[in-house]
Each structure stands twice: as C-alpha cells, then as structure tokens.
C-alpha cells in the first residue's frame, strides 16, 4: 500500500533521513517512534506528499509520487486523510464546516449528501449534534476529533497522524488511541502513527519503526520491540536517563 525505497532528505545540507526504506501493507497500523528531531514528522509530510526526497521513491498504491504534477498529487491525496499535530481546524468556521470543507472543494456531492457525511462522521468521533460549535468552544481532545471527522471524510484508504494525543491528559489520549484502532477495524485504512505515547504505540500497533537521527534503527511487532536488545530503543521505550544522557527533547509519554 505505501513503500518507501531509498529515501533521503535534507535541509540546509543537513541529512535529516537517510536512506529510508519501509513498507507498510493494506489495513496495517505502524505507529513511528523516535526521539524529538529525528526526522518522524518529515516522513509523513513526504508520504503525503507535502515534501519532495531529495531521491528516492515514494509508492503509494501504484503510483511513485515524488515526481507527479501538483494536481497529480492532489488525486492521490483524495485517498489519505491526515491528522496533523495542532488540529488545524478554521477557527472561523462551524465545526460542521471545517468537517465539510474539503467535500465542498473537491466534490459535486450536493449540500445535503455533505450534511449527511458530517453527520455520520461527527457521530462515528461522538461529536454528534456538535455541527454548529466553533472551534474555540471546544477541548484539545474534542479539536482532535473534529480534525479526524475531516480526514475521514473522503473514506481515505490511507490516514497519516502526526502525533494525535499530544498535550491530551490520559483520558483522551485513550480516546484517540480507541478511534485510531476503530478506523482500522471499521473502515480497514492503512494508519501510520507518529507518536510519543509509548502506550498507544503499544496499544494500536501492528509494528513500531524507531527513527534514530534520520534512519530507522528498529521495526518490528510490538512484541519484538518491547524485547529488543538494543540501547537506544529500550532508552526510548522506558525513558532511562541512564545509558545516555537522555536528551530525547520533547517526551510526552504515558
Ligand atoms: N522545512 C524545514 N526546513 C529546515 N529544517 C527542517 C524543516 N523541517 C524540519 N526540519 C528539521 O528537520 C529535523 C527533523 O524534524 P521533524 O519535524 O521531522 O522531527 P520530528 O522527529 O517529527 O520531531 P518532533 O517529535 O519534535 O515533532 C529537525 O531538526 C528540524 O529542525
């Protein structure tokens, strides 16, 4: 479904992935792990077409997309839905709106074929009857759940999360965890989460992928990696400060 060969990206001359090499079936769920920095987000803005490599190529289904045209990629983004780190809602708009916006842009559903879709997909978050709502009346968590209303609003085959339960107390990271593991049962989307959680990587894996400085040191089941014998991965994984200084910056698990 997605396969990444051989990727490399840089910034400023500075390597920040190197070669990348990763595949990930149909209805799979990898959650990505690795410290702050090195290079989880970068990933997914490539997989979603967001960024160029540098080389290498980038499959999504049948198509190699780090050379297609930007309408090209825009046909291929209709299949991925992503929820990005801050929501990124309209604040503008009624939470109806933002959940209807792309439908409104990229379609000729009629207005009450999209109602109906906001509909379902505000209940299916338990927002049902949130429609009218702006933005700035709701919670982190909520906001996270109106931002996946959207992604699915085309029935994507492929959703990206950019670190979904971050700054959410343990209670709605759960929540978030639970519709992430929902999606895959009920709609069967191929997800790739990044995350800081160690106990949702836990819970809605299938794999985990460790980024370590731009390569991907570690990949494997849950199981596996819990079992790893590698330093780095059991740092990251416990949050020891004892093997190596620890600065793995921006830790937010639970
Ligand atoms: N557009 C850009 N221009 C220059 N440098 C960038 C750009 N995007 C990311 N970087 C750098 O690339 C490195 C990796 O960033 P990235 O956001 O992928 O890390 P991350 O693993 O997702 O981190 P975090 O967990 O803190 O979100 C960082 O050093 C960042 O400063």
Do not use: C
């Not at 967001?50 to 198509?63: H, V």
């Not at 792309?102 to 009450?112: N, P, Q, V, Y």
């Not at 085959?157 to 979904?164: A, K, M």
């Amino acid at each position: 479904m997605i396969e990444l060969k051989g990727v490399n990206k840089s910034f400023q001359q500075r390597r920040i992935l190197k070669n990348i090499n990763l595949e990930i079936t149909k209805g799979e769920t990898l959650a990505i792990i690795g410290a702050s920095g090195s290079g989880k987000s970068t990933l997914l803005r490539l997989i979603i077409g967001l960024l160029k490599p540098d080389n290498g190529e980038i499959w999504i289904k049948n198509k190699e997309i780090s050379n297609l045209s930007e309408k090209e990629l825009n046909e291929v983004r209709l299949n991925m839905g992503m929820v990005f780190q801050y929501s990124a809602l309209f604040d503008s708009m009624t939470i109806g709106d933002n959940v209807a916006f792309g439908l409104r842009e990229h379609t000729t559903l009629s207005e009450a074929e999209i109602k109906e879709i906001v509909q379902e997909n505000l209940r299916m978050v338990d927002l049902e009857g949130f429609e009218n709502m702006m933005p700035n009346e709701l919670s982190g968590g909520m906001k996270k759940r109106v931002s996946l209303a959207r992604a699915i609003a085309f029935k994507p085959e492929i959703l990206l999360y950019d670190e979904p339960s971050a700054g959410l107390d343990p209670m709605m990271s759960a929540k978030i965890d639970e519709l992430i593991y929902h999606m895959q049962q009920k709609l069967g989307v191929t997800s790739i989460v990044v995350t800081h959680h160690m106990n949702s990587a836990f819970a809605i894996a299938d794999r985990i992928a460790m980024i370590h400085e731009g390569e991907i040191i570690a990949i494997g089941d849950v199981e596996m990696i819990q079992n790893l014998e590698n330093p780095i991965v059991q740092n990251f994984i416990h949050g020891s400060k004892r093997f190596t200084g620890g600065d793995r910056g921006n830790d937010n698990r639970s």
